[in-house]
């Protein structure tokens, strides 16, 4: 595989969350970055974002801006995506999209670089990065699946509002400060009822989620489907098959939005062909490169959001065998769905094809 020593990366989205991350990560791994051109919409044009120590000034999104642009890294949801990312391919990038325009495409590699490294030269210029969700849970069942056979997966997960975006972390914000002080007013022994009566009767401070958010959970993530299960819950079905080369692996989700900032948890229950015991789990995935095992719930040591946040890896503990079947595990996940479940993901990727380092 040829080395490329300088790299002329374009960010598209670079002012949202996750293109801002894409930019520290870029940064933080030692990406030979040649020359960046920082794109976003039009309303953004002429902002600044901070890149190797200096500022950039971002461009408008045109077909233009890829001229000469060896890798682009899209994230700026799907309609820009099917609008842009052909043409960059079509003028040279290699395009890594971490929308869902392509992800089950024929012919679209989707990659998580644990799982699957080798579907990524098979690209004909465009690369999917799967949905965080869909990450966070291939990564740490993957090595299993090696080792005893995949056989079916259900999966619930608790989902914070930054995989809604800027807004929905808003919503959190401004819905959990006015809450508070409506509990304020009712102590916990002086009212309770009340307290809880009042927060009932509390609406939405407005934003993207269909609900409050602040003291709620929402078990919905995306649109509902005619079959009951929400868009999201079939991404993570249609995602893991693709990316672990398992077409016709049983796999039901129930994804739920929890008020989280940053950081996405599920519990995973996991059937295999043949029995594997909590120990032999707990060794193959030490040894799984993304993973930390975080595995001592008797010392309180398990995956956190507060513990996972800011980190690459997955953290992966609560790991226990089903009392009445030895080939079935229970585990509780953990990952950075704005690094790892984004950004880190599709800089991992271009790694894979220009030999760098991290």
Same mark, same amino acid.
């Given at each position: 595989?040829?080395?490329?020593?300088?790299?002329?990366?374009?960010?598209?989205?670079?002012?949202?969350?996750v293109?801002?991350?894409m930019?520290?990560?870029?940064?933080?791994?030692?990406?030979?970055?040649?020359?960046?051109?920082?794109?976003?919409?039009?309303?953004?044009?002429?902002?600044?974002?901070?890149?190797?120590?200096?500022?950039?000034?971002?461009?408008?999104?045109?077909?233009?801006?890829?001229?000469?642009?060896?890798?682009?890294?899209?994230?700026?949801?799907?309609?820009?995506?099917?609008?842009?990312a052909?043409?960059?391919?079509?003028?040279?990038?290699?395009?890594?999209?971490?929308?869902?325009?392509?992800?089950?495409?024929?012919?679209?590699?989707?990659?998580?670089?644990?799982v699957?490294?080798?579907?990524?030269?098979?690209?004909?210029?465009?690369?999917?990065?799967?949905?965080?969700?869909?990450?966070?849970?291939?990564?740490?069942?993957? %090595?299993?699946?090696?080792? *005893?056979? #995949? +056989? @079916?997966?259900?999966?619930?997960?608790?989902?914070?509002?930054? $995989?809604? =975006?800027?807004?929905?972390?808003?919503?959190?914000?401004r819905?959990?400060?006015?809450?508070a002080?409506?509990?304020?007013?009712?102590?916990?022994?002086?009212g309770?009822?009340?307290?809880?009566?009042?927060?009932?009767?509390?609406?939405?401070?407005?934003?993207?989620?269909p609900?409050?958010?602040?003291?709620?959970?929402?078990?919905?993530?995306?649109v509902?489907?005619?079959?009951?299960?929400?868009?999201?819950?079939?991404?993570?079905?249609?995602?893991?098959?693709?990316?672990?080369?398992?077409?016709?692996?049983?796999?039901?989700?129930?994804?739920?939005?929890?008020?989280?900032?940053?950081?996405?948890?599920?519990?995973?229950?996991?059937?295999?062909?043949?029995?594997?015991? %909590?120990?032999?789990?707990? *060794?193959? #995935? +030490? @040894?799984?490169?993304?993973?930390?095992?975080?595995?001592?719930? $008797?010392? =309180?040591?398990?995956?956190m959001?507060?513990?996972?946040?800011?980190?690459?890896?997955?953290?992966?503990g609560?790991?226990?065998?089903?009392?009445?079947?030895?080939?079935?595990?229970?585990?509780w996940?953990?990952?950075?769905n704005?690094?790892?479940?984004?950004?880190?993901?599709?800089?991992?990727?271009?790694?894979?094809?220009?030999g760098?380092?991290?």
């Amino acid at each position: 595989m040829k080395v490329i020593r300088t790299v002329n990366v374009a960010v598209v989205g670079a002012t949202g969350a996750v293109g801002t991350m894409m930019l520290r990560v870029l940064e933080e791994r030692r990406f030979p970055v040649g020359e960046l051109t920082a794109l976003a919409s039009r309303r953004s044009r002429g902002r600044r974002v901070r890149f190797g120590g200096r500022s950039v000034r971002v461009r408008e999104l045109t077909r233009d801006a890829f001229d000469g642009v060896d890798l682009a890294l899209f994230s700026a949801g799907a309609g820009c995506s099917l609008a842009f990312a052909p043409e960059a391919a079509r003028r040279g990038a290699l395009v890594v999209d971490n929308s869902s325009a392509f992800r089950l495409e024929p012919g679209v590699p989707l990659v998580v670089p644990e799982v699957n490294p080798e579907a990524a030269s098979r690209h004909r210029g465009i690369i999917a990065n799967p949905n965080c969700s869909t990450i966070i849970m291939v990564v740490a069942l993957e %090595p299993l699946h090696r080792a *005893a056979g #995949l +056989r @079916r997966v259900v999966v619930s997960t608790y989902q914070s509002v930054s $995989g809604a =975006g800027a807004r929905a972390i808003q919503q959190l914000w401004r819905e959990s400060g006015r809450l508070a002080g409506r509990w304020r007013a009712y102590a916990p022994g002086r009212g309770v009822e009340q307290a809880c009566e009042k927060l009932r009767a509390a609406g939405a401070s407005g934003g993207p989620l269909p609900h409050r958010i602040a003291c709620n959970v929402i078990p919905q993530i995306d649109v509902m489907r005619p079959d009951g299960y929400t868009k999201e819950e079939f991404k993570m079905r249609a995602e893991s098959r693709k990316i672990m080369g398992l077409p016709s692996l049983r796999l039901s989700a129930t994804c739920v939005r929890v008020p989280v900032y940053l950081a996405h948890s599920e519990a995973v229950t996991a059937e295999f062909a043949r029995p594997i015991t %909590p120990a032999r789990a707990r *060794a193959i #995935l +030490r @040894r799984s490169p993304g993973v930390v095992v975080m595995d001592e719930p $008797g010392e =309180g040591r398990y995956p956190m959001p507060i513990n996972l946040g800011g980190r690459d890896a997955v953290g992966v503990g609560r790991i226990r065998q089903d009392p009445d079947d030895p080939r079935i595990l229970h585990f509780w996940a953990v990952g950075d769905n704005v690094r790892k479940g984004a950004a880190t993901n599709a800089v991992q990727i271009a790694e894979l094809l220009v030999g760098a380092s991290a």
